[in-house]
């Protein structure tokens, strides 16, 4: 069962151009969102995260949109370089209990942005 | 020098053969992880431990054992390996300060079954 849905599973992108990743979660329990990059031959790294308690928080070219409502949230990344191309994945956690301190990760997005 | 290292980088095994993925760890971390990478299913939590004498399972522990020697070492085992473990496994680390801490991941072991 997957708690937490991404998409697309991949994404071309012009150098220049705007990417744009979506996730979809079902447990309101969530509460902690972060997203990873991942480079060929290396392990995920943070990226940029957010809390549920703002809409929208921003670092450099990476922006995370979060809708609360809806139980969705996206990664943007504005000006998109050859060097973005990468996996990314969005995550979730929750505070408390046993699930403390995990994250359950969405499926992947590998992203190719084209000189 | 790498913060989070796994052993072997790649390995190519058979069907029924006993695996042992190692990781180790200089980050000073108490809070480890083993992760499975299958395309199109993303990163599934095979197993985590918070310290030395804490082992919990993940969601796919099924086939798959794990020992934490010390605070730095914690080693995965496939006791009879089979084709669907085929996968990209990772080893993670996060540090016990509150809980948002990011996790900090090894550059993953390349697992093949024939």
């Known amino acids: 069962q997957q708690q937490v849905k991404q998409s697309p599973q991949s994404l071309i992108v012009q150098k220049g151009g705007i990417s744009i990743i979506n996730c979809a979660y079902e447990n309101t329990a969530f509460d902690y969102f972060p997203w990873y990059q991942q480079f060929p031959g290396k392990g995920p790294a943070l990226l940029i995260a957010i809390r549920p308690d703002v809409s929208e928080k921003k670092e450099g070219r990476f922006t995370i949109s979060f809708n609360k409502s809806a139980k969705q949230f996206s990664l943007h990344i504005m000006d998109s370089q050859p060097g973005d191309s990468a996996t990314y994945f969005c995550?979730?956690?929750?505070?408390?209990?046993?699930?403390?301190?995990?994250?359950?990760f969405g499926q992947g997005t590998i992203l190719t942005v084209h000189p | 020098d790498a913060d989070v290292t796994q052993t072997p980088r790649n390995r190519i095994t058979k069907t029924g053969k006993r695996i042992m993925l190692e990781c180790s760890q200089t980050k000073g971390h108490d809070r480890m992880y083993w992760y499975r990478q299958d395309p199109g299913l993303g990163l599934r939590l095979i197993y985590y431990s918070f310290d030395v004498k804490d082992i919990n399972k993940g969601e796919i522990s099924d086939g798959y054992s794990v020992s934490r020697q010390a605070q730095a070492k914690f080693s995965l085992s496939l006791e009879s390996a089979i084709p669907n473990q085929t996968a990209l496994y990772f080893c993670?680390?996060?540090?016990?300060?509150?809980?948002?801490?990011?996790?900090?991941f090894g550059d993953g072991t390349r697992l093949s079954i024939l």
């Open positions: 995550a979730a956690s929750m505070a408390g209990g046993t699930s403390y301190g995990k994250l359950t």
């Open positions: 993670a680390t996060s540090d016990r300060t509150g809980d948002r801490q990011p996790q900090h």
